[in-house]
Structure formats: C-alpha cells, structure tokens
C-alpha cells in the first residue's frame, strides 16, 4: 500500500459515551429549574421573562433528548461531528452523546415492499453480527478451459468500523465485487477434477479444504482496507457448463468403466497366479505349457466377463 493509500486510512477509534439515564435525570431537573423561572415570570407578570424562558425551555429539552441514543448488542455507532469522525461506539446500552453528532452509517440497505417500491431505509447503526453473502452461481472457465458454474458463500463480519465507512464507498457492495473477482481468480487457477494417479494436485470438486482455505486468504488480503473478517468461505455449487456437461458425463462415464476393468483384470491375474501356483505346489496336477495357457485363457474369460460363463464340456483330450 502506498503512502497516499496510508494517509487516507482510517482506523477505529473507540470512544465510551455518558449514561443516558443520568443525563436524562439532569435534563429532568435543569427542566424544574426552569419551570421555577418561568412560575416567576408569570407570577410577576413579567411577559419577556415568561415568553423567553418558555422558548429556552423548549428548545434546551429537544437539543438534549435529540442526544439521547440506544446501542443494541452487536451494533456499533459511528459518530461524525460536523463532518469530522470523532469516534464508535460499540457498548450495547442507553447512552447520551453530543446532540449535534450524526450517525453515519453508508451501507445501509433500502427497503422494499411486496412491489418492489423503496418504503425506507435500513437503520443508521452498524451490524456487526455475522453476516451470509451468496452471489449465485457464475460461470467461469477452470484451469483447462472448460465452462463451469461455481457459487460460493462467505460468511463476514465488520471488525473495524470506521474503515468500513470511511476507505469505501459502500462495504456491502465491495465485499460482492470482491468475492466475485476472487471466485473468478481461484477458479482459473485449478481445473475442476483431476484424472487417476495425480492425487497430490489440487482441484475444485477434489480439494474442498484446500480451496476454501484459499478463498479465505485471497479475500482477507482484499477486504482488509474496508476493516472485514472473513470468517469463512466454501464452494456451494459446482457443475460443468450445460454446453458441455453431457460430453463431460460421458467421459466421466468412460473412465470409471477404465477403472473399473482394470481392477477387474488385476484381481483375475492374481487369482490365476494363486491358482496355478497352489496346484504346482500341492502336486495335484501337472500343467506343461500348453495347458497353463488354456487353463489362463479359461479362468480369465470367466473372472473377467461381465456375464455369467457358460460351461462348455470337453469329452475328448486337448491334443
């Protein structure tokens, strides 16, 4: 980050504001003490005293009840004093703070009714609750090319308020485009499986672990300007494109009947090495070449079909 970057930084300064029921106790009695004045004035019939004391009464409550907030747990309060940041608050309860001091909240959601028509605005105050973000599937290419559809969750949360709000625009936008611009990058960086044998590779529907971990580092590094945690980040939807998910399955196909003959034929060839070496060795018959060979041939055919064998039986001799 460079020096401009640094300079227009800014980090969490957390502040402990006065007890809004103590300041509501002194607002209480400054208001007796001032409808004594004005018993006075009207008492004398003194009409300036009277009208004036009326009008600093009024006006000295609505200043001072406009100061009186409440912080639920879990959110957070920033506070701007004619435009200058002056402080969070993040203790839940009812508190006073300076009347003249706004919250400041940019990444507010707008609220919508059942036609879609925005109603209002979400509250001023910052959640710092762990919240769910789930862009939907997007289609990216994978490290061999191929089209696939990906969709991840992250699980985030704000750790440091006044980066949030200050270093960008919108933090509910940034940590969607972020999370985009990441799933792209990591997809293009692993294909979406790897063939038999290359176990210690990585790859999207193989390394889940692996590429979550990935996801979490990658985005970190991103959002740590605008103050986020990732908390977590996993694969939610993986697939082949639809243009080529039918090839795809039909080569998936092909090789898990590859696999599987070739196991078949392992297991038969040790099967016909265990037969043949137990009759040699209990002399229960003696096997020249020739009758190995057909004696192979046989066990094979019938370890290796995918059929019932059907007997053949020979009632005349082999030569």
């Given at each position: 980050?460079?020096?401009s970057?640094?300079?227009?930084?800014?980090?969490?300064k957390?502040?402990?504001?006065?007890s809004?029921w103590?300041m509501?106790l002194?607002?209480l009695v400054?208001?007796?003490l001032?409808?004594?004045?004005?018993?006075v004035g009207f008492?004398?019939?003194?009409?300036v005293?009277?009208g004036v004391m009326?009008?600093?009464t009024v006006?000295?409550?609505?200043?001072?009840?406009?100061?009186l907030?409440?912080?639920?747990?879990n959110?957070?309060?920033v506070?701007?004093?004619?435009g200058?940041?002056?402080?969070?608050?993040?203790t839940e309860?009812?508190?006073?703070?300076?009347?003249f001091?706004?919250n400041?909240?940019p990444?507010r959601k707008?609220?919508l009714?059942?036609?879609?028509?925005a109603?209002?605005v979400?509250?001023?105050?910052?959640?710092?609750k762990a919240?769910?973000l789930?862009?939907?599937?997007?289609?990216?290419?994978?490290?061999?090319?191929?089209?696939?559809e990906?969709g991840?969750?992250?699980i985030?949360q704000?750790?440091?308020?006044?980066?949030?709000?200050?270093n960008v625009?919108?933090?509910n936008?940034?940590?969607?485009?972020?999370?985009?611009?990441?799933?792209?990058?990591?997809a293009?960086?692993?294909?979406y499986?790897?063939p038999?044998?290359?176990?210690?590779?990585?790859?999207l529907r193989?390394?889940?672990l692996?590429?979550s971990q990935?996801?979490?580092?990658?985005?970190?590094?991103?959002?740590?300007e605008?103050?986020i945690e990732?908390?977590?980040?996993?694969i939610?939807?993986?697939a082949?494109?639809?243009e080529i998910?039918?090839a795809?399955?039909q080569?998936q196909?092909a090789?898990?009947?590859?696999?599987?003959r070739?196991?078949?034929?392992?297991?038969?060839?040790?099967m016909v090495?265990?037969?043949i070496d137990?009759?040699?060795?209990?002399?229960i018959?003696?096997?020249?070449?020739?009758?190995k060979?057909?004696?192979?041939?046989?066990l094979?055919v019938?370890?290796?079909?995918?059929?019932?064998a059907?007997p053949?039986v020979?009632?005349?001799?082999l030569?």
């Open positions: 980050m460079n020096k970057s640094n300079e227009n930084m800014y980090n969490e957390l502040i402990k504001p006065f809004g103590l509501l002194i607002i400054i208001d007796l001032l409808g004594a004045v004005i018993f008492a004398t019939d003194n009409v005293l009277f009326i009008g600093v006006v000295f409550t609505i200043i001072m009840l406009c100061g907030s409440i912080v639920k747990p959110e957070a309060m506070c701007l004093l004619f200058k940041y002056c402080g969070t608050v993040k309860g009812f508190f006073f703070i300076n009347p001091v706004s400041f909240n990444g707008i609220i009714n059942k036609d879609g028509v109603v209002g979400g509250p001023r105050k910052i959640s710092l919240m769910t789930d862009n939907g599937k997007q289609k990216v290419n994978d490290f061999n090319g191929n089209p696939i990906i991840v969750i992250v985030w704000i750790k440091d308020t006044a980066r949030a709000v200050f625009e919108n933090y936008e940034y940590v969607s485009i972020q999370a985009d611009a990441t799933i792209r990058n990591i293009r960086q692993f294909p499986d790897i038999n044998g290359k176990d210690d590779e990585l790859s193989g390394s889940s692996e590429i990935k996801l979490c580092d990658e985005l970190q590094e991103k959002l740590l605008a103050g990732i908390v977590d980040a996993k939610s939807h993986l082949y494109s639809q998910a039918a795809m399955l080569r196909q090789q898990a009947i590859v696999d599987a070739t196991i078949i034929v392992e297991g038969a060839v040790g090495q265990l037969a137990k009759l040699s060795e209990d002399n018959i003696e096997l020249d070449d020739e009758r060979a057909q004696m192979v041939t046989n094979l019938v370890l290796c079909s995918n059929k019932d059907q053949t020979n009632s005349g001799s030569y």
